[in-house]
């Protein structure tokens, strides 16, 4: 789950408040479908489904009806934007390249230092 945005704490309250707003009112209503929120919340559905790439409402996207699919596959998710397989993918992808040796240093880079590009 992550919630890093550009926003200030004010917008980022709004947002919360919005979210506790969803998140009640599946809680309250079991069965409700992802129109049925929006509607009853006030709630954009581009804004619901956002939440539920985030993580931040885990598992309710089969009971809203929402058709998430993975980013990568295409494959159908209940949360996030990769499924199990291609997170593990890219995770392992990932940890390859971050333990290549000398990728930096090659470069006359040091890795316990901060570089910038100058003009």
């Known amino acids: 789950m992550y919630i890093a945005k550009d926003l200030c704490p004010e917008c980022v309250q709004q947002e919360e408040v919005l979210f506790e707003k969803i998140r009640t009112y599946i809680k309250n209503h079991p069965g409700c479908n992802l129109q049925e929120v929006s509607e009853n919340t006030e709630v954009s559905v581009d804004k619901i489904l956002l939440y539920l790439r985030e993580g931040r409402l885990v598992g309710m996207s089969s009971q809203l009806g929402a058709e998430l699919q993975c980013l990568s596959c295409g494959k159908p998710i209940a949360g996030g934007r990769l499924c199990e397989k ?8 990932l940890s390859e390249v971050m333990h290549r040796p000398g990728k930096l240093r090659s470069k006359g880079l040091d890795r316990n230092k901060m570089h910038t590009k100058e003009d």
């Open 86 to 93: 291609c997170a593990d993918s890219l995770g392992k992808e």
